[in-house]
T-cell receptor, first 111, second 113 residues
Framework: QQQVKQSPQSLIVQKGGIPIINCAYE??????FPWYQQFPGKGPALLIA?????SEKKEGRFTISFNKSAKQFSLHIMDSQPGDSATYFC??????????FGKGTKLTVNP | DGGITQSPKYLFRKEGQNVTLSCEQN?????MYWYRQDPGQGLRLIYY???????QKGDIAEGYSVSREKKESFPLTVTSAQKNPTAFYLC????????????FGPGTRLTVT
């Protein structure tokens, strides 16, 4: 199975809150898990990515947690800001060059 | 400036007409991709190409065609056979290989009436 299931569909937090977006995958051949950030009317841009040999990766305020046995990974945004308001996509990639994307989470950070 | 350009930003066509979306990259990437984005559907792969003169169907190739005659160019034609062509179309490129980033263009919003 190639699916990547992402939740929630939408999320509203106050400034300074810690939104968490979750993804689950089925294909155990996936070995690369990127998160993309997309602002309205723009193309997605890579935010952070992780491989299954590590359980956590931090880049600035963004952290990926990875649970290989559960086939789940999540994105945490520390001290969220209104400028973080965007749609976030998780994805998985295996031996082929194809990325399989989740359906996206629209995050709104209120001032 | 290195990057991916897609033109035009907005495109309007009448039903029954074929339309070609442009995608050009100067990143010297071998692999290029076309995705379709609909609200609440994420990004769905239409076609991809790992090398010049070769391309493969993605998950939703029906009603679309592509060509890859040059490394830097990967145009997508939306044919009249595509049932619901109105969407946001995204082109991407990457260096083939494990764990390499896909870089996306700014997208073309196609409206067919």
């Amino acid at each position: 199975q190639q699916q990547v299931k992402q939740s929630p569909q939408s999320l509203i937090v106050q400034k300074g809150g810690i939104p968490i977006i979750n993804c689950a995958y089925e294909n155990t051949a996936f070995d690369y898990f990127p998160w993309y950030q997309q602002f309205p009317g723009k193309g997605p841009a890579l935010l952070i990515a992780i491989r299954p040999d590590v359980s956590e990766k931090k880049e600035g305020r963004f952290t990926i947690s990875f649970n290989k046995s559960a086939k789940q990974f999540s994105l945490h945004i520390m001290d969220s800001q209104p400028g973080d308001s965007a749609t976030y996509f998780c994805a998985g990639k295996g031996g082929s060059e194809k990325l399989v994307f989740g359906k996206g989470t629209k995050l709104t950070v209120n001032p | 400036d290195g990057g991916i350009t897609q033109s035009p930003k907005y495109l309007f066509r009448k039903e029954g007409q074929n339309v070609t979306l442009s995608c050009e990259q100067n990143l010297n990437h071998d692999a290029m991709y076309w995705y379709r984005q609909d609200p609440g559907q994420g990004l769905r792969l239409i076609y991809y190409s790992q090398i010049v003169n070769d391309f493969q169907k993605g998950d939703i190739a029906e009603g679309y065609s592509v060509s890859r005659e040059k490394k830097e160019s990967f145009p997508l034609t939306v044919t009249s056979a595509q049932k619901n062509p109105t969407a946001f179309y995204l082109c991407a490129s990457s260096i083939p290989g494990q764990g390499t980033e896909q870089y996306f263009g700014p997208g073309t919003r196609l409206t067919v009436t």
